[in-house]
């Protein structure tokens, strides 16, 4: 069992069946990002959540997962995304991200102004990229009659699901591990400069700097940092 | 708004735009299930669950509306149709129906039992058609990874969804009121006889039975009642 390492070289059992070659052009940055957060942003908020053209998706989180959800729903040709998040600088960068609103979910009226961007009924697809239970809340209270919740976050808890009132609503929830089947056309839209994955990386270091890496995104909320990269 | 009504004719507003002509041969038993009880299993087990052919599926609640999921999973061709119910009269009736499998779910080791009816990994499609916390979590615990759990029941209680326990497992969890959009097929299916809609009229009264008609159902137990017809 490997579940990550630190080092130039690393051997890694039965490479053959899991890893891709990263293609001509592509930079370290961009590669990076393709072994989870960009696969699983996409496959489950967006493949998951079912975004079609014209859908109103919100993202709830706007952490690196949230917004690999928020750049690649886009692929999918909704009409608005709308990010939501406790905090303006994220929002700021979800907004980079693709993100078409924004709404700060310390506001009171933060849910009236998330329906003020639909119809009134709701968002067609509502991800949840945090992981605990008021958040899952927040996306079954946005999602419209018919729309889906496709779950990103990792749980440790259990949550409260309103069945008595969702049951009518007809709504689909999904949630998993990223399968990261999507790789290779993720690695192609990359390498095409259609997905912006180095938007992701804030901070470059060499392996030298590795503890001053360190020290950067154990305080990422001072140095603005999002994904940091050790060469 | 009409909720129902009991009389020999009623006037009902724009019954045009809802209502379909019973084909000739339908007799009366059979175009009565078909206003709710059999397109409310379809649509929102059958069809919401995804079976597939192949699939292990697994009914939890034997009354009218699991069994219209049992008798129309086959449809989709699965592999087993496991119907859990408390009763086992009620299982016995599901066997008729079409399970091919029952398991009763006071056994302390009912989980196991539907284990073992797959490869130990547990049912591709778990259907709820009971409305109750206790039945809801049961479908979650025995559905596989990748598997979907298809809500019919009308809860009146919220659930607590273990969501730290199943986020990684990718299932998806459906739920809904029938839309009805597949009565027009399920007409031609039942005047062909390839479902035989007719078995849920246990019993049948005409207009001057109406009190004896309501007792039979009141205590349906006693008299192994599942749908009462009156004429």
């Not at 998330?114 to 992981?131: C, K, M, S, Y």
Request: charged share 20%; no cysteine.
């Amino acid at each position: 069992m490997i579940d990550g390492t630190q080092a130039e070289y690393v051997r890694v059992p039965f490479a053959e069946n899991s890893v891709y070659k990263v293609p001509e052009g592509m930079t370290d940055a961009e590669g990076i990002l393709l072994s989870d957060v960009l696969p699983t942003g996409f496959e489950m908020g967006v493949q998951y959540g079912r975004v079609a053209p014209g859908d109103v998706v919100a993202v709830i989180g706007s952490g690196p997962v949230g917004l690999s959800a928020v750049m690649t729903a886009r692929l999918y040709g909704p009409s608005k995304i709308i990010a939501i998040d406790l905090d303006n600088a994220r929002l700021a960068r979800a907004a980079d991200f693709g993100a078409t609103d924004t709404v700060n979910s310390a506001d009171p009226d933060w849910q009236d102004q998330v329906l003020a961007l639909t119809d009134g009924l709701g968002v067609d697809v509502a991800i949840e990229a945090v992981g605990v239970p008021e958040t899952f809340t927040m996306a079954t209270v946005i999602v419209r009659p018919g729309g889906n919740v496709a779950n990103i976050g990792v749980h440790g808890k259990s949550v409260d699901l309103a069945l008595n009132e969702l049951w009518i609503k007809n709504i689909d929830i999904s949630m998993g591990l990223v399968n990261t089947n999507t790789l290779g056309m993720l690695l192609k839209l990359v390498t095409e400069h259609k997905l912006p994955a180095e938007k992701f990386v804030t901070h470059e270091f060499s392996f030298e700097q590795i503890l001053e890496a360190y020290d950067v995104f154990g305080h990422a909320g001072e140095h603005d940092a999002l994904k940091v990269l050790i060469h």
